[in-house]
């Protein structure tokens, strides 16, 4: 089984909304509130609470699904949490490019096992380099990684490319170089984005959705700017016309 094809010719579609929050209840709100948006992440928070089943609403609804669990275990453990996500028919599946080669690789290869015994397209795994809530500072000091921020992500991107993982989340500061590296075809997708009008919060190397599709991303995570304003749709819309003035 390939991977399954992602959307790329409108930037609308290549906006990944989060559903960070705890319910089903509280999913179904915003996907009724949210109903031109088309791809969906479903992260850790909403997927233990809930399970496989909010997978199951958004596919009857046609929707893209991001999967953001970020895997990262032995190779055996890795192996098997890839082979069960492979089988729910999701786009995207993400794991930690720290898990090292061998997970990777392992990683890589159950998925699409997954998704041949379930009868369906496998996903595109793709590699966490660094969280976006880490900073040079912190990389230095609290984990004592010796190599300058760009630098360590884009090592991290290259082992996720060498092990045949299909691309890498990462900043969009990052983006450019990875592309450059790594090629066109090996995915972007990057959090930390805020339009200018939004405030930063807790993501320490960010850029406004026009600039990171310009610095190379293929794909963007827009959360609170979107679901936490007073009409997520209005905002979603802002966002969006935003990116037609400047492309």
């Known amino acids: ?15 990944i909304v989060p559903l960070d929050v ?3 209840e509280e999913a179904i709100v915003l996907l009724d509130r949210l109903p031109d948006v088309t791809f969906w992440k479903v992260g850790l928070e909403l997927f233990v609470s809930t399970g496989a089943g909010i997978l199951t609403l958004l596919k009857q609804q046609d929707k893209r699904i991001f999967l953001d669990l970020k895997f990262h275990d032995i190779p055996n453990t890795m192996a098997g ?3 069960a ?4 028919g999701v786009d995207l599946v993400t794991l930690h490019a720290t898990a090292g080669r061998d997970a990777l690789m392992a990683s890589v290869e159950a998925a699409h096992q997954g998704a041949a015994v379930a009868g369906c397209h496998a996903p ?31 090592q991290m991107a290259l082992l996720a490319k ?26 972007r997708v990057c959090p930390g984005v805020r339009p200018a009008w939004t405030q930063a919060g807790d993501q320490r190397r960010s850029l406004t959705p ?13 959360g609170r700017p979107i679901t936490a304003q007073p009409d997520p749709a209005a905002a979603f819309a802002r966002i969006c016309d935003e990116l037609d003035v400047g492309s």
């Open 22 to 24: 705890p319910t089903v």
């Open 124 to 154: 595109h795994l793709i590699a966490v380099t660094l969280l976006t809530s880490i900073d040079a500072r912190t990389l230095a000091f609290d984990l004592k990684v010796p190599l300058e921020l760009p630098d360590y992500a884009l």
């Open 1 to 15: 089984m390939s991977a399954v094809p992602l959307p790329s010719s409108s930037l609308k579609e290549r906006i």
């Open 210 to 222: 026009a600039a990171a599709f310009q610095a190379g991303a293929s794909f963007l995570v827009i």
């Open 85 to 88: 996500a492979g089988r729910y």
């Open 162 to 187: 060498e092990s045949g993982l299909s691309g890498v989340v990462c900043s969009p500061k990052e983006a450019q170089e990875i592309r450059d590296t790594c090629g066109a075809d090996f995915l």
């Open 81 to 83: 949490a890839c082979r």
